[in-house]
């Protein structure tokens, strides 16, 4: 049951009629994993746990670089050398004392991720390659666990939810084991509000899917073009041939 304190902090969410008392106390009893603290995992991480999500655990082996300062904004100049985590931790614990922050400040093998996976209700996608990427699509989808993916780079950004349900594609189902190289914003640049629009994507659709509200983003990859101020949307089907649920 929600405290007086809580129906008050959360009154702006608890207003809407998709939300209401039953869906803020689904958001207060997740566990969401964030894999990356940098440009998206920096939104995604302040604006979850602002809208109340109990449990967050925050996976990353960086450490707070002055170049950082520009977009990632969970962290600030006091935060330079620590480890993300721990900067972003801070600013979380700041913003919502009540939310249960863990930490991971180096890479975790496959085991220990699918343990550590079991047992969230969803896995936010932040990170910048695609090595991580199809481990993390490879153990939600063994798992059952949601996947909220983001990308951004230059001026263009995508996302898109795999809810790993049956004949629903999943992210391999969309990439292939030869795409190209991946490329980073420290050698293609990256426009500062632009990880914020796909961050904050990312945390809207990872709030539908702890609600069970709405339409996810579930075999659409959505395309924003910061330059011209448009999205587009790409339709995809789950493949037969796909080697992790086809």
């Not at 603290?37 to 939104?43: A, M, T």
């Not at 914003?185 to 632009?194: E, M, R, S, Y």
Request: glycine fraction near 6%; include cysteine.
């Amino acid at each position: 049951m929600l405290s007086d304190e809580q129906l008050l902090k959360f009154s702006r969410q608890i207003l809407l009629p998709k939300i209401d008392i039953d869906g803020q106390e689904k958001i207060l009893a997740a566990h969401v994993i964030i894999i990356g603290l940098g440009g998206l995992g920096s939104p995604v991480s302040l604006y979850l746990a602002a809208a109340g999500v109990g449990k967050i655990t925050l996976i990353d082996d960086d450490q707070v670089d002055l170049s950082n300062l520009q977009r990632q904004i969970v962290h600030d100049v006091n935060s330079i050398g620590m480890n993300k985590v721990d900067s972003a931790k801070n600013t979380l614990k700041r913003l919502n004392p009540d939310c249960k922050v863990e930490l991971v400040s180096r890479r975790l093998e496959s085991v220990e991720l699918t343990k550590l996976i079991e047992n969230a209700t969803l896995v936010v996608d932040c990170c910048d390659n695609f090595a991580t990427r199809f481990l993390l699509n490879k153990i939600c989808f063994k798992q059952k666990i949601p996947l909220v993916s983001g990308a951004a780079i230059r001026w263009e950004g995508q996302l898109s939810t795999y809810t790993m349900q049956p004949q629903t594609p999943c992210y391999r189902c969309l990439y292939e084991d030869d795409v190209s190289n991946d490329e980073s914003c420290a050698h293609n640049g990256v426009v500062a509000p632009l990880v914020g629009v796909i961050g904050s994507m990312q945390a809207m659709e990872a709030i539908k899917v702890i609600c069970n509200v709405g339409e996810v983003a579930s075999g659409r990859l959505l395309i924003f073009d910061g330059l011209d101020m448009q999205w587009r949307t790409i339709k995809f089907k789950q493949r037969p041939d796909c080697p992790v649920c086809g």
